[in-house]
């Protein structure tokens, strides 16, 4: 009797078990399928321009396209239209709207009255700032478009009479610009002009780079260094007086004016070029350093503002700044066409 229960226990604990692994287990779930991730979003731009307006280049790192806004005068300097796309929201949209009053003497605003300054309104799912920012003598054209990854930028820049009297033609362009999920196909960018030079026999040879077409090392090794980068850069660079500032702000001077302006820079006949130079020495040093100083010499050639920024330690710079003028002297530039010796001019 004994061996039959234990033979019927046996059985119930197998049938028990056996049933317990058929059973579904209602607290383990699946895991859920990944998500997609959103496609990117490409800001397209009309491809109907205004009277006036001329598409130069398409992708050429930062931009994506610049155009060329012609002034009514024959001399005049155009404006310069550019499109980019940076990661990230690039310090957020009162950041860039003040970023672009100081380019041209405007004060800054703050957060409470950003929405005074800029005009709003909907692309698609997302939003589109139109900035306009108006100074006396340079002024800028905007729009901002934040997207959950980045940050598209479209900007008009230039001499304040020109900018301001494109207006109309700039929102009526604006108003036509979509979102799309693939890139717009624009043209090749044309080719930079190239330069020819002699180094100087003290000059030690450094690293070029996308931006520094070539770079250059002065002084002895245990004594005042100076460097000198040369760097073209599509359209004028920015309002001069803007970048004369970012120079002065790297040895610690203070902003100067526009009224200002023309006493801070030398005008050197070098060749067959004019170049503007600007000469700044910080008025301190770090303790056991030098003063330093910056010298730059630039130009304009074509599409192009070439600059010529020499930095470092104060005595080194006094002693090249006349070797870099003599090096100006003998640079030949040669334009896409391939004519050499073309001549550039002052911005």
């Avoid at 002084?219 to 004028?236: H, T, V, Y």
């Avoid at 530039?333 to 391939?338: E, L, M, R, T």
Wanted: charged residues 20%.
């Amino acid at each position: 009797m004994q061996r039959q229960v234990s033979t019927l226990g046996l059985a119930f604990a197998l049938l028990l078990v056996s049933s317990c692994r058929d059973r579904p287990v209602e607290d383990e779930q699946s895991p859920p399928a990944a998500e997609t991730p959103p496609a990117p979003l490409y800001l397209n731009l009309p491809t109907e321009l205004p009277d006036g307006w001329e598409l130069r280049a398409g992708a050429q790192s930062p931009r994506i396209a610049t155009y060329r806004i012609s002034g009514p005068g024959e001399n005049d300097a155009p404006a310069v239209m550019a499109l980019t796309r940076f990661p990230g929201s690039v310090g957020g949209l009162l950041a860039n709207v003040n970023r672009w009053r100081e380019e041209t003497g405007l004060d800054p605003v703050g957060a409470q009255d950003l929405e005074t300054v800029i005009e709003s309104g909907p692309l698609g799912e997302h939003q589109l700032h139109l900035v306009s920012a108006l100074g006396e003598e340079h002024a800028t054209l905007g729009v901002i478009v934040p997207l959950p990854h980045h940050t598209w930028f479209l900007k008009l820049s230039g001499a304040a009479d020109l900018v301001s009297g494109q207006q109309d033609a700039f929102r009526a362009f604006v108003k036509k610009i979509s979102l799309g999920t693939s890139p717009q196909a624009m043209p090749p960018p044309p080719p930079r002009p190239t330069l020819s030079f002699k180094k100087p026999a003290s000059w030690r040879e450094g690293q070029s780079s996308v931006a520094r077409v070539a770079s250059f090392r002065m002084g002895e090794p245990a004594g005042p260094q100076a460097q000198l980068a040369i760097i073209p850069l599509r359209g004028s660079g920015g309002p001069e007086l803007s970048v004369v500032n970012q120079w002065r702000t790297l040895v610690g001077l203070e902003p100067a004016d526009q009224d200002a302006l023309p006493d801070l820079l030398e005008e050197h006949e070098c060749g067959a070029a004019t170049y503007r130079l600007a000469d700044f020495t910080a008025k301190t040093a770090r303790p056991g350093k030098t003063p330093q100083r910056i010298v730059v010499a630039y130009t304009h050639l074509q599409d192009f503002t070439w600059f010529f920024k020499m930095t470092g330690d104060a005595s080194a710079v006094e002693a090249e700044k006349p070797v870099l003028l003599e090096f100006l002297r003998q640079l030949e530039y040669s334009d896409p066409s391939g004519d050499t010796g073309a001549s550039p001019t002052s911005p």
